[in-house]
T-cell receptor, first 115, second 109 residues
Framework: ETGVTQTPRHLVMGMTNKKSLKCEQH?????MYWYKQSAKKPLELMFV???????ENNSVPSRFSPECPNSSHLFLHLHTLQPEDSALYLC??????????????FGPGTRLTVT | GQNIDQPTEMTATEGAIVQINCTYQ??????LFWYQQHAGEAPTFLSY??LDGLEEKGRFSSFLSRSKGYSYLLLKELQMKDSASYLC??????????WGAGTKLIIKP
């Protein structure tokens, strides 16, 4: 596969469940990002990893926990979510951080529904 | 605060031209991006402007005026496949990407 892939594409979970979202990029990039996209709202940057090190955490609740074991893989661990967390979660990558390169490549997203 | 404004929705006719505007107020400026996002799909990069003027890329052009905090995306010879949301985003002085809420473009035959 090429580009940025995300699994699962759709996820329905209860508020007491624990689940994980997975993102994989096959582009040789060094920076990876998690975004939340809610209907009719701007993309919200959640986390940034640059060379496997977390460089941004934009006041995201602790019920979202990122993990970046290597520069090709990014996870978002979810636990005790709220219904308002229902959204499309997008993963993206770029060759280097935004300060050095400009274009981000996005995965297709995981549509999360919290019941 | 930082803000990106773009129209929520626009409608245009196949074969016509449409201009999608984006105005921004940000702390500093290091470039402006346009992305296209089809329903249920990933956003894809369209253009990047950091200097004033018009950048043309096939049927799509992007314009920037830094003094006015303004950009537009111009789509010519519209095709049905151009129906999508168009996202404007600005890279601020801290190299944070500030996103607009997107403009949903509907193309009618």
């Amino acid at each position: 596969e090429t580009g940025v892939t995300q699994t699962p594409r759709h996820l329905v979970m209860g508020m007491t469940n624990k689940k994980s979202l997975k993102c994989e990029q096959h582009l040789g990039h060094n920076a990876m990002y998690w975004y939340k996209q809610s209907a009719k709202k701007p993309l919200e940057l959640m986390f940034v990893y640059n060379f496997k090190e977390q460089t941004e955490n934009n006041s995201v609740p602790s019920r979202f926990s990122p993990e970046c074991p290597n520069s090709s893989h990014l996870f978002l661990h979810l636990h005790t979510l709220q219904p308002e967390d229902s959204a499309l979660y997008l993963c993206a990558s770029s060759p280097e951080s935004l300060a050095d390169s400009y274009e981000q490549y996005f995965g297709p997203g995981t549509r999360l529904t919290v019941t | 605060g930082q803000n990106i404004d773009q129209p929520t929705e626009m409608t245009a006719t196949e074969g016509a031209i449409v201009q999608i505007n984006c105005t921004y107020q940000t702390s500093g400026f290091n470039g402006l991006f346009w992305y296209q996002q089809h329903a249920g799909e990933a956003p894809t990069f369209l253009s990047y402007n950091v200097l004033d003027g018009l950048e043309e890329k096939g049927r799509f052009s992007s314009f920037l005026s830094r003094s006015k905090g303004y950009s537009y995306l111009l789509l010519k010879e519209l095709q049905m496949k151009d129906s999508a949301s168009y996202l404007c985003a600005v890279l601020d002085s801290n190299y944070q990407l500030i996103w607009g809420a997107g403009t949903k473009l509907i193309i009618k035959p």
